[in-house]
């Protein structure tokens, strides 16, 4: 059984940075396709990134790109997630997905087979 933990949330202001990480246990992390998505007050769990086992393939989605970056470092078992100029409307919570694959990325929230709990990120003006 593979556990998630996000951490690096917390309170900042518009046009501030901060850094998600995700850490796995319990599977082997080089095996898992990795997600962040997000979900805000009275509004679904959306999509913001998601990044192949191997780093080579990443999707962004269109509200984030050029301001979210994901990387992972595998020796670490760790995904991050970088975001710089954030928005009132990055405002959300954070969780980090995992979905056993060897292939390619993906943007769909039905296909991962992991979540962490989640870590609120909060962008005030």
């Known amino acids: 059984q593979v556990q998630l933990v996000e951490s690096g949330g917390g309170l900042v202001q518009a046009g501030d940075s901060l850094r998600l990480s995700c850490t796995a246990s319990?599977?082997?992390?080089?095996?898992?396709?990795m997600g962040w998505f997000r979900q805000a007050p009275g509004k679904e769990r959306e999509f913001v990134a998601a990044?192949?086992?191997?780093?080579?393939?990443?999707y962004y989605a269109d509200s984030v790109k050029g301001r979210l970056t994901i990387s992972r470092d595998n020796a670490k078992n760790t995904v991050y997630l970088q975001m710089n100029r954030l928005k009132l409307e990055d405002t959300a919570v954070y969780y980090c997905?995992?979905?056993?694959?060897?292939?390619?990325?993906?943007?769909?929230?039905?296909?991962?087979?992991?979540w962490g709990q989640g870590t609120q990120v909060t962008v005030s003006s």
């Open positions: 997905a995992a979905r056993i694959d060897f292939s390619t990325a993906y943007v769909d929230r039905d296909l991962y087979d992991y």
């Open positions: 319990g599977g082997t992390f080089s095996n898992y396709a």
């Open positions: 990044i192949s086992w191997s780093g080579l393939r990443k």
